[in-house]
Protein backbone atom coordinates (compact mmCIF):
# COMPACT_ATOMS: atom_id res chain seq x y z
CA UNK A 1 0.00 0.00 0.00
CA UNK A 2 1.37 3.56 -0.75
CA UNK A 3 1.65 6.16 2.27
CA UNK A 4 -1.89 8.35 2.29
CA UNK A 5 -3.49 10.52 4.31
CA UNK A 6 -7.04 9.35 5.55
CA UNK A 7 -9.25 11.98 6.80
CA UNK A 8 -11.14 11.57 10.39
CA UNK A 9 -13.86 13.91 11.49
CA UNK A 10 -13.64 14.36 15.62
CA UNK A 11 -13.47 17.16 17.68
CA UNK A 12 -11.55 15.02 20.20
CA UNK A 13 -8.09 15.38 19.86
CA UNK A 14 -7.53 12.05 22.28
CA UNK A 15 -8.90 10.17 19.24
CA UNK A 16 -6.80 11.36 16.63
CA UNK A 17 -3.76 10.54 18.61
CA UNK A 18 -5.02 7.20 19.08
CA UNK A 19 -5.95 6.39 15.07
CA UNK A 20 -2.60 8.01 14.17
CA UNK A 21 -0.81 5.66 16.45
CA UNK A 22 -2.38 3.07 15.05
CA UNK A 23 -1.72 3.97 11.75
CA UNK A 24 1.50 5.18 11.81
CA UNK A 25 2.97 1.31 11.75
CA UNK A 26 0.74 1.35 8.03
CA UNK A 27 2.44 4.28 6.78
CA UNK A 28 -0.44 6.12 6.51
CA UNK A 29 -1.33 9.07 8.04
CA UNK A 30 -4.40 10.11 9.81
CA UNK A 31 -5.45 13.73 9.75
CA UNK A 32 -8.45 16.02 10.77
CA UNK A 33 -10.53 17.48 8.61
CA UNK A 34 -9.17 20.51 6.87
CA UNK A 35 -10.69 23.55 9.41
CA UNK A 36 -12.98 20.76 11.03
CA UNK A 37 -13.67 23.04 14.06
CA UNK A 38 -15.50 25.79 11.70
CA UNK A 39 -18.02 22.76 10.11
CA UNK A 40 -21.58 22.57 12.03
CA UNK A 41 -21.80 20.40 14.27
CA UNK A 42 -23.64 17.08 14.07
CA UNK A 43 -26.35 16.32 16.61
CA UNK A 44 -25.24 12.88 18.29
CA UNK A 45 -29.29 11.55 18.97
CA UNK A 46 -28.71 7.87 18.07
CA UNK A 47 -29.10 5.08 20.30
CA UNK A 48 -26.42 3.46 19.09
CA UNK A 49 -22.61 3.75 18.66
CA UNK A 50 -23.37 2.71 15.01
CA UNK A 51 -26.25 5.05 14.46
CA UNK A 52 -24.13 8.10 15.49
CA UNK A 53 -20.92 7.37 13.88
CA UNK A 54 -22.77 6.57 10.57
CA UNK A 55 -24.47 10.26 10.93
CA UNK A 56 -21.36 11.60 11.94
CA UNK A 57 -19.37 9.95 8.27
CA UNK A 58 -21.82 11.09 6.45
CA UNK A 59 -22.61 14.61 7.52
CA UNK A 60 -18.37 15.70 7.51
CA UNK A 61 -17.81 13.91 4.23
CA UNK A 62 -20.32 16.11 2.83
CA UNK A 63 -17.50 19.06 3.86
CA UNK A 64 -14.92 17.28 1.48
CA UNK A 65 -16.26 15.59 -1.50
CA UNK A 66 -14.86 12.29 -2.95
CA UNK A 67 -13.05 11.63 0.02
CA UNK A 68 -13.00 8.91 2.44
CA UNK A 69 -14.25 10.21 5.88
CA UNK A 70 -14.09 8.02 9.02
CA UNK A 71 -15.55 8.95 12.51
CA UNK A 72 -16.03 6.96 15.47
CA UNK A 73 -18.47 6.50 17.73
CA UNK A 74 -17.40 5.37 20.92
CA UNK A 75 -17.65 4.69 25.05
CA UNK A 76 -17.71 2.77 28.04
CA UNK A 77 -19.97 0.00 28.88
CA UNK A 78 -20.33 -0.47 32.46
CA UNK A 79 -22.08 -3.89 33.11
CA UNK A 80 -23.18 -3.10 37.06
CA UNK A 81 -24.40 0.29 35.69
CA UNK A 82 -26.65 -1.71 32.94
CA UNK A 83 -24.12 -0.92 30.38
CA UNK A 84 -23.47 3.13 31.04
CA UNK A 85 -22.76 5.69 30.40
CA UNK A 86 -23.03 3.35 26.73
CA UNK A 87 -23.40 6.39 23.69
CA UNK A 88 -23.52 9.38 26.42
CA UNK A 89 -19.83 8.84 27.87
CA UNK A 90 -18.71 11.96 26.55
CA UNK A 91 -21.20 13.71 28.21
CA UNK A 92 -21.81 11.56 31.47
CA UNK A 93 -21.43 14.01 34.06
CA UNK A 94 -23.68 16.64 32.26
CA UNK A 95 -26.95 13.61 32.62
CA UNK A 96 -28.15 15.26 29.25
CA UNK A 97 -26.76 13.95 25.65
CA UNK A 98 -26.25 17.42 24.08
CA UNK A 99 -25.15 19.29 27.13
CA UNK A 100 -21.97 21.67 26.38
CA UNK A 101 -18.64 19.73 26.17
CA UNK A 102 -15.73 21.25 27.75
CA UNK A 103 -12.26 20.26 28.62
CA UNK A 104 -13.32 19.65 32.59
CA UNK A 105 -15.74 16.90 31.51
CA UNK A 106 -13.23 13.45 31.23
CA UNK A 107 -12.71 14.13 35.13
CA UNK A 108 -16.25 15.12 35.63
CA UNK A 109 -17.31 12.04 33.97
CA UNK A 110 -14.75 9.42 35.84
CA UNK A 111 -15.97 11.24 39.48
CA UNK A 112 -19.68 10.19 38.21
CA UNK A 113 -18.77 6.29 37.22
CA UNK A 114 -16.56 6.17 40.43
CA UNK A 115 -19.67 7.61 42.37
CA UNK A 116 -21.95 5.07 41.18
CA UNK A 117 -19.90 2.72 41.20
CA UNK A 118 -19.10 2.88 44.99
CA UNK A 119 -20.28 -0.08 46.63
CA UNK A 120 -19.64 -2.21 43.63
CA UNK A 121 -16.85 -5.05 44.47
CA UNK A 122 -14.09 -5.32 42.42
CA UNK A 123 -15.29 -8.74 40.81
CA UNK A 124 -18.47 -7.31 39.55
CA UNK A 125 -16.75 -3.78 37.91
CA UNK A 126 -16.44 -5.57 34.51
CA UNK A 127 -16.40 -3.47 31.85
CA UNK A 128 -15.76 -3.04 28.18
CA UNK A 129 -14.80 0.00 25.88
CA UNK A 130 -16.76 0.28 22.00
CA UNK A 131 -15.70 1.94 19.10
CA UNK A 132 -17.24 1.66 15.97
CA UNK A 133 -15.64 3.22 13.12
CA UNK A 134 -17.51 4.07 10.14
CA UNK A 135 -16.29 5.18 6.62
CA UNK A 136 -18.11 7.72 4.33
CA UNK A 137 -17.90 9.36 1.17
CA UNK A 138 -19.61 11.80 -0.04
CA UNK A 139 -22.82 11.61 2.34
CA UNK A 140 -23.11 7.71 2.32
CA UNK A 141 -21.46 5.31 4.72
CA UNK A 142 -19.33 2.22 2.75
CA UNK A 143 -18.83 -0.04 5.94
CA UNK A 144 -18.54 0.28 9.30
CA UNK A 145 -15.93 -1.84 11.88
CA UNK A 146 -16.47 -2.33 15.60
CA UNK A 147 -13.76 -2.95 18.10
CA UNK A 148 -14.40 -3.66 21.54
CA UNK A 149 -11.21 -4.04 24.95
CA UNK A 150 -12.38 -5.98 28.28
CA UNK A 151 -11.37 -4.93 31.56
CA UNK A 152 -12.39 -3.87 34.86
CA UNK A 153 -13.15 -0.36 36.38
CA UNK A 154 -11.20 1.02 39.65
CA UNK A 155 -11.98 2.69 42.38
CA UNK A 156 -9.07 5.05 41.72
CA UNK A 157 -7.49 6.91 38.75
CA UNK A 158 -4.06 5.67 37.28
CA UNK A 159 -1.90 6.96 34.52
CA UNK A 160 -1.55 10.17 33.44
CA UNK A 161 -1.67 9.38 29.51
CA UNK A 162 -4.54 8.60 27.12
CA UNK A 163 -8.05 10.71 27.91
CA UNK A 164 -11.51 10.34 28.75
CA UNK A 165 -12.55 7.07 31.30
CA UNK A 166 -8.89 5.81 30.27
CA UNK A 167 -7.34 6.38 34.04
CA UNK A 168 -10.06 4.02 35.60
CA UNK A 169 -10.12 1.69 32.80
CA UNK A 170 -8.09 -1.68 34.13
CA UNK A 171 -7.07 -4.21 31.36
CA UNK A 172 -5.71 -7.31 32.55
CA UNK A 173 -4.13 -8.90 29.86
CA UNK A 174 -1.21 -6.17 30.57
CA UNK A 175 -2.13 -5.53 34.18
CA UNK A 176 -1.96 -1.69 33.19
CA UNK A 177 -4.82 1.12 33.11
CA UNK A 178 -5.16 2.41 29.71
CA UNK A 179 -4.19 5.50 31.12
CA UNK A 180 -0.84 3.59 31.74
CA UNK A 181 -0.05 2.58 28.21
CA UNK A 182 2.07 3.85 25.51
CA UNK A 183 0.59 5.13 22.28
CA UNK A 184 1.88 1.80 20.63
CA UNK A 185 0.10 -0.38 23.24
CA UNK A 186 -2.80 1.90 23.35
CA UNK A 187 -3.16 1.24 19.32
CA UNK A 188 -2.15 -2.18 19.47
CA UNK A 189 -4.91 -3.47 23.03
CA UNK A 190 -7.77 -0.79 22.30
CA UNK A 191 -10.88 -1.03 20.58
CA UNK A 192 -10.22 1.66 18.56
CA UNK A 193 -6.83 -0.02 17.32
CA UNK A 194 -8.94 -3.17 16.95
CA UNK A 195 -11.67 -1.03 14.45
CA UNK A 196 -9.09 0.60 12.57
CA UNK A 197 -7.30 -2.65 11.72
CA UNK A 198 -10.34 -3.77 10.43
CA UNK A 199 -11.32 -1.05 8.51
CA UNK A 200 -7.49 -1.16 7.23
CA UNK A 201 -8.80 -4.22 5.98
CA UNK A 202 -11.01 -3.29 3.91
CA UNK A 203 -9.06 -0.44 2.63
CA UNK A 204 -6.35 -2.32 1.72
CA UNK A 205 -8.96 -4.90 -0.56
CA UNK A 206 -11.37 -2.01 -1.90
CA UNK A 207 -7.83 0.08 -3.00
CA UNK A 208 -5.07 -2.72 -3.74
P1 LIG B 1 -16.27 13.36 18.43
O1 LIG B 1 -17.72 12.97 18.44
O2 LIG B 1 -16.06 14.76 17.95
O3 LIG B 1 -15.41 12.35 17.73
P2 LIG B 1 -16.48 12.88 21.28
O4 LIG B 1 -15.49 12.88 22.40
O5 LIG B 1 -17.74 13.67 21.49
O6 LIG B 1 -15.73 13.37 19.95
P3 LIG B 1 -18.00 10.41 21.25
O7 LIG B 1 -19.30 11.09 21.13
O8 LIG B 1 -17.73 9.19 20.43
O9 LIG B 1 -16.80 11.39 20.89
O10 LIG B 1 -17.76 10.07 22.78
C1 LIG B 1 -16.73 9.23 23.14
C2 LIG B 1 -16.46 9.36 24.64
O11 LIG B 1 -16.25 8.05 25.17
C3 LIG B 1 -15.18 10.14 24.87
O12 LIG B 1 -15.41 11.52 25.01
C4 LIG B 1 -14.67 9.47 26.15
O13 LIG B 1 -15.33 10.02 27.26
C5 LIG B 1 -15.13 8.02 25.98
N1 LIG B 1 -14.09 7.23 25.28
C6 LIG B 1 -14.13 6.72 24.02
N2 LIG B 1 -13.00 6.10 23.70
C7 LIG B 1 -12.20 6.23 24.77
C8 LIG B 1 -10.88 5.82 25.04
O14 LIG B 1 -10.13 5.20 24.14
N3 LIG B 1 -10.37 6.11 26.23
C9 LIG B 1 -11.10 6.76 27.15
N4 LIG B 1 -12.33 7.22 26.98
C10 LIG B 1 -12.89 6.95 25.79
Redesign the pocket.
Known amino acids: MTARTVLLA???A??LR?FAGAAAPFGITVANIPHFSSLPEVV?DGTTFEE?ARK?AESYSLAVLGELVL??????EVDALGGAPGVH??RYAAGEPHAA?SNTD?EA?NARVLRELKDVPAEKRTAR?I?VLAVARDGQTLRTFRGAAEGMILDAPRGKN?????PL?FFPQIGKT?AELTAEEKAQY???GAAFRAFLEWYRNANG
Open positions: TSNGKDENKADDSGLSAKDNFCGFGYDFFSHR
